[in-house]
Each structure stands twice: as structure tokens, then as C-alpha cells.
């Protein structure tokens, strides 16, 4: 029996979304902190209040004590953190023996170094987006991470099927969700009902048919 894709629905800036994308299925939900962000989430702790036991804290930081000071503060376990490339191997060696599941942002190319993480979030390389995360662009998937993944960069409730067929055989095995974001709003910052709902009813049309 294949494994049943998760999906995180991500760029959540309040409470009301955050419960929208629950009751569609959402299992997880991303709350980003980089205030140059218009998915900038203000406040995480009541943003997540529907269901922190299934948040994200997406953070660009300078220095892993920002990432953990943030959790903390939000109460969330779980990050996706965005460190500058020299504090990344030690970064995320310390947020996993603080007890963090770590959901490691993975450029589509080449030269990273694997490191041990919960999953890996395949997704753009900011040489081509501009900017680090979530920019609406898809990625020619070109460099999968070395073990367990989301699929991110551009999804929509229009592309996921093609998207998911799309990915290298070599990677397959190792899917386990997909990551959307901007295309899922309505305005910056804000979810579109309809798009959220039609973005996990295809994801478990997916599901269904690779339930063999």
C-alpha cells in the first residue's frame, strides 16, 4: 500500500484561515516570520490556536537562537527554518536536540550537503526565484533531496496532478506530501476557500488512486 500523502498548507497569517484549512484536511499548517513577507504572520501563537499540535513555524533568520526563541514563543515543535549556509549543518543539529522536528528547505540544485532532518522541502533555489521560500515558482525538479520530502514551488489546485507525475522515478519513493502557498489566496496573506478546498480534494484524488 503506497503512503498517503500529507499536505501542508502554508503563508497563514490568522486563526480563520488556519481552521479553513483544517476542515478541507490540512495536516499541516506553515506560519511564516520574515516581515518583508506579505504572508508575514504577526502573531503565530493566536494564528495557530485552531491547532498548534499541527504547526509550522517558516522562518528566514540570521542565527538559530532566532528560530528557537520564535518556536518557543509560538508554542509550535515543529520549523522550517531558513539559515544562512554556514549555520545551516550546526543549525540544524541544534534544533533536533532541542526536540524539533525540522522541515529543511531543499533548493532544486546541486552542491547541498544532506543533513539529518524529519523531511526536506523540495522546492525553487532562490538563484532562480529571488528570494529564500515560498515565491509561486515551480522548479524543474532536477536535484531531489536525499530522503523524505514535500514537493513545493508553485502548486495549484490546477498543476498538482501533473506536478506529482512529474517527479523523477530516482524520487519518488521518498515523497511524502506537497507544500502550496500563494496560490491557494485570494488576496496576499489571505486563503481563497474554494482554492484551498480544490487544492486538498485533488491531493486525495491522488491519494486514492495510489492506494494499491
Not at 494564528?47 to 540570521?62: H, I, T
Not at 533531496?145 to 514551488?153: E, R, T, V, Y
Request: aromatic share 4%; net charge neutral; hydrophobic share 40%.
Amino acid at each position: 500500500m503506497s503512503l498517503k500523502l500529507q499536505a501542508k498548507v502554508c503563508g497563514l497569517t490568522c486563526a480563520e484561515d488556519a481552521e479553513l484549512a483544517l476542515k478541507a484536511g490540512a495536516d499541516l499548517l506553515g506560519f511564516v516570520v520574515h516581515p518583508p513577507s506579505p504572508r508575514h504572520c504577526a502573531d503565530v501563537r493566536s494564528a495557530s490556536a485552531p491547532d498548534p499540535s499541527r504547526g509550522v513555524l517558516v522562518m528566514v533568520a540570521d542565527s538559530v537562537e532566532m528560530v528557537l526563541h520564535e518556536a518557543d514563543r509560538a508554542g509550535l515543535r515543529r520549523v522550517q527554518p531558513h539559515l544562512p549556509s554556514g549555520q545551516r549543518k550546526a543549525g540544524v543539529a541544534r534544533l533536533r536536540s532541542e526536540g524539533l522536528e525540522v522541515l529543511l528547505p531543499w533548493a532544486d540544485e546541486p552542491g547541498q550537503e544532506p543533513l539529518d532532518c524529519s523531511h526536506f522541502l523540495w522546492e525553487p533555489s532562490p538563484s532562480q526565484t529571488g528570494v529564500a521560500g515560498g515565491s509561486g515558482q515551480s522548479h524543474a525538479m532536477g536535484f531531489p533531496p536525499p530522503g523524505p520530502f514535500f514537493l513545493a514551488g508553485g502548486l495549484s489546485p490546477d498543476n498538482l496532478l501533473s506536478r506529482l507525475g512529474a517527479i523523477p522515478s530516482r524520487a519518488k519513493n521518498f515523497l511524502r506530501g506537497v507544500d502550496a502557498a500563494s496560490r491557494l489566496e485570494r488576496s496576499p496573506g489571505r486563503k481563497d476557500p474554494e482554492k484551498v478546498r480544490a487544492f486538498l480534494a485533488t491531493l486525495n484524488v491522488w491519494n486514492a488512486s495510489h492506494d494499491h
